[in-house]
């Protein structure tokens, strides 16, 4: 038999619980959802798609990329965004691709972002609704390429944000030409649905926006810098929450940079950033530079890669002049001190 001062106890907490039990299935959600499990800061690696000599999706491929960069110490990856080819892929390789990716990344420490974009509303919420049920750690998506107006974009927005709880980051780049989301509309997006307060930010006046969007935390809850980290060390200084970037052939160096510039040691990410902008150089004067590296380290088995658009495509492999791969490795051997001693 309860003593009164136990049935006390019970009722109250009945009283506290109530609430709960009323919720519905989304709001539960949503709730659980308000803090990810895995943080959402440092450097996520937009995968590169990897391409058989035929030009198909090498899956293996891509499963040994997502492995190498968790185990290299990034903090997440992402797919399929700008630097994945997604322009070249087609709608059923979208689908298996995060689907491949989803069952890769359970149990890895790195988080799972998974690009949503689409043309419209309509097309971005079918690859949401398959991406929300294989619960990744955020998604993220590119403004839609359809839309007429500033209004456009925030209906599509906040559609996906309605059929969501995770983070969400809205990239800035992607959408109509000369037409990227304006900060106050992230803002109020962010200020109306918490979890869409991630920002990948990659549009002109570039520093100026930062800026304003770093003063705005909160209601934003982080903002990465991207851009094939070509102005990173800057906006690391500026106190970015991290990048977002194609790097899969360097996410050691990477890695190192962040922990570096996260230890307060503001020569050694110097010293490590020049490095890296060495190689990022080159890829401008040796175009397929960066798939030689993802092959000669053993990440992909070919430097095959798509043009041409996901109705159309042709495939193509890089084919460097001896001079070409000199300059390669004489400029990749300054990494060493920073890459893993079991990768090429």
Same mark, same amino acid.
């Given at each position: 038999?309860?003593?009164?001062?136990?049935?006390?106890?019970?009722?109250?907490? /009945? %009283?506290?619980?109530?609430?709960?039990?009323? @919720?519905?299935?989304?709001? +539960? !959600?949503? =709730? #659980? &959802?308000?803090?990810?499990?895995?943080?959402?800061?440092?450097?996520?690696?937009?995968?590169?798609?990897?391409?058989?000599?035929?030009?198909?999706?090498?899956?293996?491929?891509?499963?040994?990329?997502?492995?190498?960069?968790?185990?290299?110490?990034?903090?997440?990856?992402?797919?399929?965004?700008?630097?994945?080819?997604?322009?070249?892929?087609?709608?059923?390789?979208?689908?298996?691709?995060?689907?491949?990716?989803?069952?890769?990344?359970?149990?890895?420490?790195?988080?799972?972002?998974? /690009? %949503?974009?689409?043309?419209?509303?309509?097309? @971005?919420?079918?690859?949401? +609704? !398959?991406? =929300? #049920? &294989?619960?990744?750690?955020?998604?993220?998506?590119?403004?839609?390429?359809?839309?007429?107006?500033?209004d456009d974009y925030r209906d599509y927005f906040r559609a996906l944000a309605r059929l969501t709880a995770r983070p969400v980051f809205i990239q800035t780049s992607?959408?109509?030409?000369?037409?990227?989301?304006?900060?106050?509309?992230?803002?109020?997006?962010?200020?109306?649905?918490?979890?869409?307060?991630?920002?990948?930010?990659?549009?002109?006046?570039?520093?100026?926006?930062?800026?304003?969007?770093?003063?705005?935390?909160?209601?934003?809850?982080?903002?990465?810098?991207?851009?094939?980290?070509?102005?990173?060390?800057?906006?690391?200084?500026?106190?970015?929450?991290?990048?977002?970037?194609?790097?899969?052939?360097?996410?050691?160096?990477?890695?190192?940079?962040?922990?570096?510039?996260?230890?307060?040691?503001?020569?050694?990410?110097?010293?490590?950033?020049?490095?890296?902008l060495l190689m990022r150089n080159l890829q401008q004067q040796i175009p397929g530079a960066d798939l030689y590296l993802m092959k000669k380290r053993g990440i992909?088995?070919?430097?095959?890669?798509?043009?041409?658009?996901?109705?159309?495509?042709?495939?193509?492999?890089?084919?460097?002049?001896?001079?070409?791969?000199?300059?390669?490795?004489?400029?990749?051997?300054?990494?060493?001190?920073?890459?893993?001693?079991?990768?090429?």
């Amino acid at each position: 038999m309860l003593t009164r001062r136990e049935f006390g106890r019970l009722t109250f907490a /009945g %009283v506290l619980a109530t609430p709960k039990l009323a @919720m519905n299935a989304r709001e +539960r !959600r949503r =709730e #659980a &959802l308000a803090e990810p499990p895995k943080s959402m800061r440092g450097v996520f690696i937009i995968l590169t798609t990897p391409f058989t000599a035929s030009g198909e999706v090498d899956w293996d491929d891509l499963a040994r990329e997502t492995t190498f960069v968790d185990r290299c110490g990034c903090h997440g990856v992402v797919w399929p965004q700008g630097s994945s080819g997604v322009a070249n892929l087609t709608k059923a390789e979208r689908l298996r691709g995060i689907e491949a990716l989803a069952s890769v990344a359970k149990g890895k420490r790195v988080a799972l972002v998974l /690009g %949503v974009q689409g043309k419209d509303a309509t097309e @971005m919420l079918e690859y949401a +609704r !398959r991406a =929300e #049920a &294989l619960e990744p750690d955020a998604m993220i998506a590119m403004p839609p390429s359809a839309a007429h107006s500033v209004d456009d974009y925030r209906d599509y927005f906040r559609a996906l944000a309605r059929l969501t709880a995770r983070p969400v980051f809205i990239q800035t780049s992607g959408g109509v030409r000369d037409l990227p989301p304006p900060v106050d509309l992230i803002l109020e997006l962010a200020k109306e649905f918490p979890h869409l307060g991630y920002v990948k930010e990659e549009s002109a006046p570039l520093v100026e926006r930062m800026k304003r969007e770093v003063a705005q935390r909160p209601p934003l809850k982080a903002v990465f810098s991207a851009s094939l980290g070509a102005g990173w060390l800057y906006e690391m200084r500026l106190g970015l929450d991290g990048v977002m970037t194609g790097m899969g052939m360097y996410p050691d160096l990477m890695a190192r940079i962040w922990a570096l510039h996260e230890a307060g040691d503001a020569d050694g990410v110097r010293e490590a950033y020049a490095k890296f902008l060495l190689m990022r150089n080159l890829q401008q004067q040796i175009p397929g530079a960066d798939l030689y590296l993802m092959k000669k380290r053993g990440i992909f088995k070919t430097a095959a890669s798509r043009t041409g658009g996901a109705a159309a495509w042709k495939v193509t492999s890089v084919d460097l002049a001896p001079d070409a791969i000199a300059e390669i490795e004489y400029r990749y051997a300054a990494l060493k001190p920073y890459l893993r001693t079991d990768h090429p």
